[in-house]
């Protein structure tokens, strides 16, 4: 049996045996009628979506949708979470210890519909890998709205624009226009805050060093990541790399010289081994940040289109510029 008509059948089965759609509440819809505005038309990476009501009984994958949903008090609406990075932020803790956690990384497409969501968020493309059988299209067939983080396809460079855009499409989706101005306020307060520190500092030369040992796996022009470096007073060595991230050569990345290495922190390879291994690298001997032991920190989860982009900022300008913030 096809995987998409399964699923359906799967779905409704739990719809006629718990009713699914009927059962709990939800951040902003109480027991069953749809707040004002609905309903409300989303088109979102090529996928056209309308929303009768607020999604309630969402599942959010991967640490930037999650913290998307908390940072505009959605728990209450959601049913599962999965895949994160990276600690969620302490001012989200109590909120995500009360959406039940189906998976250390992406839930198989059964545990997924076994969460009976009526809504599944992404962070990542991966989130909707149709090899796994979680595609947009089987979803859907199986009832279940979804949305792709929009750094994932984006329409133009990815600025803090965008990521208000994100947040202001999530809080649109689920009825809570008013948590995302509040949100995108602090945010901006954080960005103006930078601002006023670094003016009329020359741009500090970086090169991201994500990982790799072959080559050089980096943030390039298209991303939130070279967004987050110039507004932290820094110029993005491999900004002409049109894609949000891409590889270079060693040599690439010794002949352009940066003045800090930016690296992203995750995953079983901490911060401290890409230090020793590019300090030991012979071909990145006569690099300055080498040369200087330069290093600023990020970690993976601050430096993607998500409520961290703006501390990410600072946190940055405070590595590139400290006297600044003396």
Not at 220 to 238: D, K, M, Q, Y
Request: proline share 6%; glycine share 10%; aromatic share 8%.
């Amino acid at each position: 049996m096809p995987w998409a008509r399964l699923a359906g059948l799967l779905l409704a089965a739990a719809l006629l045996a718990g009713g699914c759609g009927s059962t709990g509440t939800d951040a902003v819809g109480g027991s069953g009628a749809a707040p004002p505005g609905f309903p409300v038309t989303v088109t979102n990476c090529g996928v056209t979506t309308t929303y009768e009501r607020p999604p309630r009984r969402a599942v959010s994958l991967n640490q930037h949708a999650t913290e998307v949903m908390l940072a505009l008090g959605l728990e209450r609406s959601m049913v599962g979470t999965g895949y994160l990075d990276d600690r969620v932020l302490p001012e989200f803790q109590a909120a995500y210890d009360r959406v039940k956690v189906l998976s250390k990384e992406y839930p198989s497409f059964e545990a997924l519909l076994a969460a009976e969501p009526d809504f599944v968020y992404g962070g990542w493309s991966s989130t909707f890998d149709e090899k796994e059988g979680r595609g947009r299209p089987a979803l859907r067939k199986a009832g279940i709205d979804t949305h792709l983080n929009i750094e994932e396809c984006p329409k133009g460079p990815v600025t803090m624009a965008t990521v208000e855009e994100e947040i202001r499409t999530i809080a649109k989706i689920f009825g809570v226009p008013d948590r995302a101005e509040r949100r995108i306020g602090a945010l901006r307060a954080v960005l103006d805050r930078v601002a006023n520190r670094i003016t009329g500092t020359p741009p500090t030369r970086v090169a991201v060093y994500d990982s790799g040992d072959r080559t050089v796996f980096t943030a390039g022009g298209a991303g939130i990541g070279n967004e987050i470096i110039r507004l932290a007073g820094g110029t993005n060595l491999f900004s002409d790399v049109r894609k949000p991230y891409g590889d270079v050569s060693f040599e690439q990345f010794a002949e352009r010289a940066p003045d800090v290495v930016l690296i992203y922190d995750y995953g079983d390879q901490t911060a401290e081994r890409k230090k020793r291994f590019l300090l030991s690298n012979p071909a990145l001997k006569d690099v300055p940040a080498i040369r200087n032991r330069r290093f600023a920190v990020l970690p993976l989860s601050s430096t993607v289109t998500g409520v961290r982009a703006a501390d990410a900022v600072e946190a940055l300008a405070r590595q590139l510029h400290p006297d600044r913030f003396a």
